[in-house]
């Protein structure tokens, strides 16, 4: 069985991100730019397919990030499901056995990832420099009918207002290159 560390009192518990991004930006929170060099797995997913997100606290425990559902968009192509892969194209578990897995809308995954010639389901980013807020405590967000967790350490994605999303530090150091 999982362990989690889902003690969710250690958790600052966000509604709007907007407004908690320029919280911390007006209280002088580390800015820094990066570049996303990783690649990912990736497959369109099912529609109803559930896939839970997971990293790990500062301690090693568990942290179920997010669990959410793959959907349609108004085309009616289905939500992809991305796995962080590693250097040889394999994918990424963690110390509980747990792949890194998210979901990503259709047409953000085809603006965001190209496919690798040769190299089925495996994609790499595309686009520049992107801006990022450090966190410097654990968040539990609760936007959009959709709940998040973020321990201490990792960062929010600032680059678009409309598009923020957070990002665990182990899974930041593994996928972005500090500019």
């Known amino acids: 069985s999982d362990v989690c560390s889902s003690d969710l009192s250690a958790y600052k ?74 250097a040889s194209g394999s994918p990424v578990a963690d110390c509980h056995a747990h792949l890194n897995q998210w979901i990503i809308g259709d047409s953000t995954f085809r603006r965001k990832y190209t496919a690798i010639p040769g190299q089925p389901d495996l994609y790499k980013p595309m686009g520049g420099p992107q801006r990022f807020v450090f966190l410097s405590e654990a968040i539990h967000i609760v936007q959009w009918g959709e709940e998040w967790n973020v321990d201490a350490g990792g960062y929010i994605n600032i680059t678009d207002p409309e598009d923020l999303y957070v990002i665990s530090g182990r899974d930041f150091s593994d996928t972005y290159r500090v500019v």
Do not use: F, M
């Open 13 to 86: 518990k966000i509604t709007d991100l907007k407004v908690y991004v320029q919280e911390l930006l007006n209280s002088g929170a580390p800015v820094c730019t990066a570049e996303k060099t990783a690649r990912i797995l990736a497959c369109p997913g099912v529609p109803g397919e559930q896939v839970i997100s997971w990293s790990v606290d500062a301690g090693g425990a568990a942290v179920k990030e997010k669990e959410a559902v793959v959907s349609t968009d108004a085309s009616g192509h289905p939500d992809w499901i991305a796995t962080k892969a590693d």
